[in-house]
């Protein structure tokens, strides 16, 4: 079992910075790609941001120059720094990750609980 676990969600006022983080633990042999997904009300899930285990990332446009994700592979741990904030940057942000359990076996994906970041105009 693995389980992802969040924080540093919260409220800021737009053009302030959040710092998100997500812990991975359990029975993982390895972590694929690592990213954060968004959930604003009356929207769908969207990707904000990722990064391989080989420290390549991919950003949705409209963070791009803003966010900076992360990852330590290390600790499986991975963040999502959020600088400039706007209010469309509300939402439920999710953490995602891609794992493989043993040597060579198949990989399952994992979703963290959710944090909510709130920016104010």
């Known amino acids: 079992q693995v389980q992802l676990v969040e924080s540093g969600g919260g409220l800021a006022q737009a053009g302030g910075s959040l710092r998100l983080s997500c812990a991975a633990s359990g029975n993982i042999f390895s972590i694929n790609t690592m990213a954060w997904y968004r959930q604003a009300p009356l929207n769908g899930r969207e990707l904000v941001a990722s990064v391989s285990s080989g420290g390549n990332t991919n950003y949705v446009d409209s963070v791009k120059g803003r966010f900076t994700i992360s990852r330590d592979n290390a600790k499986n741990t991975v963040h999502l720094q959020m600088n400039s904030l706007k209010p469309e940057d509300t939402g439920v942000y999710y953490c995602?990750?891609?794992?493989?359990?043993?040597?060579?076996?198949?990989?399952?994906?994992?979703w963290g609980q959710g944090t909510q970041v709130t920016v104010s105009s």
């Open positions: 995602y990750s891609n794992v493989q359990l043993s040597r060579g076996g198949p990989t399952f994906q994992y």
